[in-house]
């Protein structure tokens, strides 16, 4: 018996001590895949710490020295998740859109179709559920684009581009496009759409459809950061407002996607709204936020819905925006110097190590 309850606290003890190490392990200043993937589950870390914690109770009596340290160090991980989740608890609720004119209102959709998902039609229902005037698809093939190919007549202007991998992307919408492309942001060889979207009121805003690679044991987060830094400068270098969509392949709370908000000064509905995990879609309990929509100040947030599952790892994602007076909508601090520097550096070694994986 006592053996036995022993190795009951030698598990408990070890399981907190390694989720511990690993909830910290981010603020590690390192792009290697595992470092940077433990920023991903931090809500099925703090609930587990929170069990882990209540185990470590049932052994004060045996063990208390080890059992009340074990419980502070545990705690203390616990706050920290806590600091980092609370600004995505829903403390403010959905907004009602009902003050937003009809020729100021912009809807974004994402979409991260999932390549070897059957193109059976349910996205389609949602997208013309939801009517977005945007709709950003990822890991587009030409066998989706087919099945897609109906939406084309309420959203006759398009953008597409399949590479026969998981990083096709494809943009439907609504309202007329200008100065569209497709470029690979940081010399990564995944497309990323870069155009301009015309308002009903016929002003032209900026927007960035984005899928960077994710982080994992083939390759670090340098090519991802980096376009997401390059993202952040795009939108930072131009007049109009503008806005970023797409999956991240990144948390909003890790640094890369922090440090692109800083950059384009881009305000995350999210915060103040809820958690809406999008993946895992297939999993009921490894889910988080990789699917987003940014803004620059001018525009507000009135909804955010996550969609129904249609058979992909990600749940659909729609943002309803309206454009409103810089001046009246929410702002972020301005850029410091050191930040600017720092996302450069990354973009030029994210374009290095491309250039070196290529043989160029």
Known sequence: MKILRIAAFALVATAGIGLSIASVLPLVPSYIWWIRITDFPRLQSALLLVVLIALAACFVRRYRYASLSLMAVMLATLIYHAVILLPYAPLHGRLEDTDCAPD????????????????????IQQVRRYAPDVLVVLEANDQWLDALSPLEQAMPHTITHTTGSYFGIALYSRLPLHSSAVRHLAGQN????????????????DFLGIHPRPPHPSQSALGRDGVLLKAGLLLRDSDRPGVIAGDLNATPWERAVTEMRKIARLVDPRRGYGYLPTYDAQSAWMRWPLDHVFYEAGFDVTELIRGDNFG???FPYVARLCRVD???????????????????????????????????
Not at 328 to 351: C, H, P, W
Request: glycine fraction near 6%.
């Open 104 to 123: 100021q209102r912009l809807s974004v959709m994402v979409a991260n179709v999932r390549l070897s998902n059957d193109p059976d039609g349910r996205l």
């Open 326 to 360: 810089r001046s009246n909508s929410e702002t972020v601090e301005a850029t410091d110097a050191d930040t600017l520097r720092d996302a450069r550096q990354t973009i030029e070694r994210a374009r290095a190590q491309s250039e070196q994986k290529s043989g160029g």
């Open 312 to 314: 992909s790892d990600h």
């Open 190 to 205: 995944t497309p990323q759409i870069v155009t301009e979207v015309e308002l009903r009121t016929g002003e032209q805003i």
